[in-house]
């Protein structure tokens, strides 16, 4: 038999990353740290989130890399625990809004990637 293609894809992985939403029904506007990505496509999200207002299903319409509060740097390897900017850990994570949550995988603040292989 011959060898497996070269130009196999990765295993599919999420990937944790800051997104701005605006409500395409009620205009809405808020952001969140709780937005993830498949590896093999950044400019998607893979799940989308309720408004807390009229509870419609909206996709971000930008979304980040979460850069540490500290040093500002994407993937940054200062020493500091608690690196993430923009994550409010005494606000507590919506799951009734989260698609993610609702379908099955909620999510962990404490952990950026999730293999779902």
């Known amino acids: 038999m011959g060898r497996r293609s070269r130009g196999r894809r990765r295993n599919p992985v999420l990937l944790r990353r800051y997104g701005y939403f605006e409500c395409d029904r ?3 506007m808020w ?3 709780q937005v993830y990505v498949w590896n093999y496509d950044e400019e998607q999200a893979a ?3 309720k408004c807390r207002r009229c509870r419609w ?7 980040e890399r979460l850069r540490c509060r500290y040093c500002d740097a994407v993937d940054c390897e200062c020493d500091n625990d608690n ?3 923009h994550i409010n850990t005494r606000i507590p994570h ?3 809004l989260c698609m993610k949550c609702k379908a099955g995988f909620p999510c962990e603040t404490d ?4 293999c779902l292989c």
């Open 26 to 28: 009620c205009n809405n």
């Open 31 to 33: 952001e969140s740290s």
């Open 47 to 49: 799940y989308g989130q």
């Open 57 to 63: 299903i909206n996709d971000p319409y930008e979304i």
């Open 83 to 85: 690196r993430d900017r």
């Open 94 to 96: 919506k799951r009734d």
């Open 111 to 114: 952990e950026d990637k999730y």
